[in-house]
């Protein structure tokens, strides 16, 4: 089996690879002068072949689906799609009449570039319902579980219901007790959220949570939980999007440390998600 990605991924295909005791191969993305680019797979690939899909920021998608046509060029016609970061999957119906449904969309031409596909902490499993193949996802417990390991973490949140499985999973791997919050959302960069019951003075709180956007979910949450007593608080998420101005926003509610997975490239990624994307496409392969 090979594993192929672009260039500027290869850290994380190369231990996808690993993981899969498949072979790795970059393919090339070179630009015209226009601004549109071309991808060639410069070698043939196995017969089932894992092409990494980044999705973010938004012209990865373009290329993404580019990339699976060539991938298909070189040979295989069983191409699992291992999507770290699901882009466009927070839109998972029609708020207003008229309003296209971008899961939906982005899902349909995914179905075109691949197979199967695999997402990481996908926004809400249903949206997968609408790739027209076999789709997992798989959560990134452990990983985020292990970058909080050794940090002292005595309760660990999730900042509204949504997160309740992947905080709580965090809480059983590091063996600590587990609360979440009731949040609502007021608009696209404010929530309002009902502070926990728990007792929270002078611990630290890890807050778990799918994505950090705007930080306004995760900031909110701070505030709550420091205003309560809490020393620290530390935020981890297995999508860091950072959206304009939410580093500050994360600065000022107080928050100590920011903990994502490289499921999104920036500089902030330190935590891997191969194992994560492995354990997925595991379960994509026969038997
Ligand atoms: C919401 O349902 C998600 O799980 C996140 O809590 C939310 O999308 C985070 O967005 P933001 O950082 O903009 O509050």
Do not use: W
């Not at 291992?82 to 029609?94: K, N």
């Not at 959302?185 to 728990?198: L, N, Q, W």
Request: proline share 4%.
């Amino acid at each position: 089996m090979h594993v192929t990605a672009a260039p500027r991924r290869a850290d994380l295909a190369r231990e996808l690879a690993d993981e899969l005791d498949a072979t790795f191969t970059a393919y090339e993305v070179s630009s015209f002068p226009d601004g549109e680019f071309k991808i060639r797979v410069p070698d043939g690939l196995d017969d089932r072949t894992v092409l990494l899909g980044d999705l973010r920021p938004n012209e990865r998608i373009l290329e993404t689906l580019i990339a699976a046509d060539a991938v298909r060029q070189a040979g295989a016609e069983e191409r699992i799609l291992a999507v770290p970061y699901l882009a466009f999957a927070r839109q998972d119906r029609a708020f207003e009449p008229g309003e296209g449904v971008s899961a939906r969309a982005i899902n349909q031409a995914l179905g075109t570039a691949g197979e199967a596909l695999c997402t990481v902490d996908v926004h809400a499993k249903r949206v997968l319902d609408a790739f027209p193949h076999e789709a997992v996802d798989v959560k990134a417990i452990p990983e985020l579980a292990g970058a909080l390991d050794g940090r002292d973490v005595d309760l660990v949140l999730a900042p509204d219901e949504g997160a309740k499985q992947q905080a709580a999973g965090v809480a059983d791997h590091l063996e600590v007790p587990f609360d979440y919050l009731q949040k609502t959302r007021v608009s696209s960069t404010e929530v309002s959220m009902e502070p926990t019951e728990k007792a929270v003075d002078g611990s630290t709180v890890a807050i778990v949570d799918d994505i950090i956007s705007t930080g306004g979910t995760m900031a909110t949450a701070t505030e709550h939980l420091l205003e309560a007593g809490a020393e620290r608080v530390i935020v981890a998420a297995t999508h860091g999007v950072f959206a304009s101005g939410a580093d500050k926003r994360l600065d000022d509610a107080g928050v100590e440390a920011i903990i994502v997975t490289d499921a999104i490239r920036s500089e902030r990624s330190a935590v891997s998600c191969a194992s994560a994307l492995a354990r997925g496409v595991r379960r994509l392969l026969p038997g």
